[in-house]
């Protein structure tokens, strides 16, 4: 079955410190992978997306991940953690296809500590 | 362009009060998706318009649920008999017109929070 697999449930940084957060997924094809930003009371905001090529990808925010097809991960990371970056990252498996429903994980929360 | 938009933003019923969300799509967006978030989970898949045409429905979308998108631009999302386990965040994305080998990028609406006394 597909999923999506995030192991840290929330994660505290100090600000100014680097980040990464782990994404792990099972997925039967070649998967198209998305970061999604949610802050309090907001939708969803997408962070960037993997679909082919370069598997390093660059995205809003000063955030990137990097596709790792023989550890099934696609870990999202940022060099230096701002005090706005505190909210709930959730990292996303769809298949390439028109109308794809999106496989989401439960999520990381970010708290930035001063 | 404007974003996708949601309306209400927040709703509060009754057990077995019939409720209805609507959601507007970022102009020119041919495809439209709903999803449900209950707390500490992600969005979970609940159905799929391409169009005016439901494509695709998820086996969380029980018999007293139903959406529409009659003209192909709004859709609507309506819960009959409302039930204590409905309340969460229910969530619009639309996605632009694209081959049918291309995956989609989905863009989010703000949300309508459901909560069932």
């Known amino acids: 079955a597909q999923s999506v697999t995030q192991p840290d449930i929330h994660i505290t940084v100090s600000e100014g410190a680097s980040l990464e957060l782990r994404c792990n997924y099972s997925?039967?094809?070649?998967?198209?992978l998305f970061w999604y930003v949610q802050s309090p009371g907001q939708g969803l905001q997408l962070l960037l997306k993997?679909?082919?090529?370069?598997?390093l990808v660059q995205g809003i925010k000063g955030f990137e991940a990097e596709f790792k097809r023989s550890q099934s991960s696609f870990n999202l990371r940022k060099p230096s953690v701002h005090w706005s970056d505190a909210a709930e990252y959730f990292c996303a498996v769809g298949a390439n296809q028109a109308g794809t429903a999106l496989i989401f994980g439960k999520g990381t929360t970010l708290s930035v500590s001063s | 362009d404007t974003g996708v938009s949601q309306d209400p933003r927040h709703k509060i019923t009754k057990r077995g009060q019939n409720v209805t969300f609507r959601c507007d799509p970022i102009?020119?967006?041919?495809?439209l998706y709903w999803y449900r978030q209950t707390l500490g989970q992600g969005p979970e898949f609940l159905t799929y318009f391409q169009n005016e045409a439901q494509l695709e429905k998820s086996r969380l979308l029980s018999d007293r649920f139903s959406a529409e998108r009659p003209k192909g631009s709004f859709s609507t999302l309506e819960i009959q008999r409302t039930e204590q386990g409905d309340s969460a965040m229910y969530l619009c994305a639309s996605s632009p017109k694209q081959g049918a080998r291309v995956t989609d990028t989905q863009y989010f609406g703000p949300g309508t929070r459901l909560t069932v006394l």
């Open positions: 102009s020119e967006h041919n495809r």
């Open positions: 993997y679909f082919s090529g370069d598997t």
């Open positions: 997925y039967g094809a070649t998967p198209y």
